[in-house]
């Protein structure tokens, strides 16, 4: 267990349909044909990790961009509703995009990757699973009309430094990125240990909220791979018992109140 400290960063609130969180929330019945939604907050949160090996971020949030950039359907959809640019999170905890290593991207959805742009012609390398990276490149400059959920200008950025992975990567000393496709191909998550506080696994949207979490898993209403997405839950709840980790899941406005925000950490 390594002596860092860790701060969870506050981005804002997104609002949908929770049907896109969980499938199926509110079904019709014989004599409810037409119940409707239920419209929820999702808060979008990085992770920030001063590590002595490394100073690591997992995630970028939305692109303050955003009303330009995204879809007019993603924007109805998913209104980015409470706005906290990535920029302004990392002044919380001290940090500007120079100071950076690692820049991990969870996987290039619109509201993990749209940060990115701070760090082209930086010295942080741009950490994604190559599955993730030949979706969203693929879907941006071939069939655009379909990308939706991956924003061009997001991540087609000139100056950037990838670096891919194929599965599981020790990024650090008590650092490990763990492979979770499913909600994406390249979907990734975050395993930290740390001194006091012991094992974190940041999921990302792997698992939205603990009722994906389960048991049993539930299936979220944004899938690539159903049979994916619910063997990568068992692995992060199988991983959480071996360790006794707290899973830290992408969007659960429950969870989120109980949780250290910057400037405060966890070490």
């Known amino acids: 267990m390594v002596k860092a400290k860790l701060y969870i960063l506050d981005l804002g609130d997104l609002e949908c349909d929770k049907a896109w969180i969980v499938a199926l929330p509110n079904p019709g019945l014989v004599d409810n044909k037409n119940p409707p939604a239920i419209w ?41 509703t409470r706005e906290v640019p990535l920029e302004e999170a990392l002044k919380k ?42 979706e969203a490149f693929t879907s941006v400059f071939c069939y655009p009309e379909l990308a939706l959920a991956y924003v061009r200008s997001d991540f087609a950025i000139d100056g950037l430094n990838w670096m891919l992975l194929d599965g599981d990567y020790e990024l650090v000393t008590d650092v490990t990125l763990l492979s979770l496709p499913g909600h994406s191909p390249g979907c990734m998550g975050m395993m930290v240990t740390l001194d006091k506080a012991g094992t974190m696994i940041f999921s990302s949207d792997s698992c939205y909220t603990a ?43 429950e969870q989120w109140k109980t949780l250290k925000m910057a400037p405060e950490y966890y070490e």
């Not at 995009?97 to 619109?110: A, G, T």
């Not at 692995?235 to 969007?251: C, E, M, P, T």
């Open 40 to 80: 929820m907050k999702a808060p979008s949160i990085a992770v920030y990790l001063d590590h002595p090996e490394a100073k690591i971020l997992f995630d970028t949030g939305c692109s303050p961009r955003w009303r330009e950039t995204w879809p007019e359907l993603v924007q109805r959809a998913f209104p980015w």
């Open 211 to 253: 009722e994906n979490y389960g048991p049993p898993v539930k299936m979220p209403g944004i899938v690539v791979d159903t049979v994916s997405y619910a063997k990568s839950v068992e692995r992060i709840r199988s991983l959480a018992r071996k360790y006794n980790a707290q899973v830290i899941f992408g969007h659960d406005p």
């Open 93 to 134: 905890v001290g940090v500007k995009p120079d100071d950076l290593d690692y820049v991990v991207i969870s996987h290039l959805h619109m509201d993990h990757a749209g940060g990115l742009y701070l760090f082209a012609n930086k010295k942080a390398k741009i950490v994604v699973q190559r599955e993730e990276a030949r």
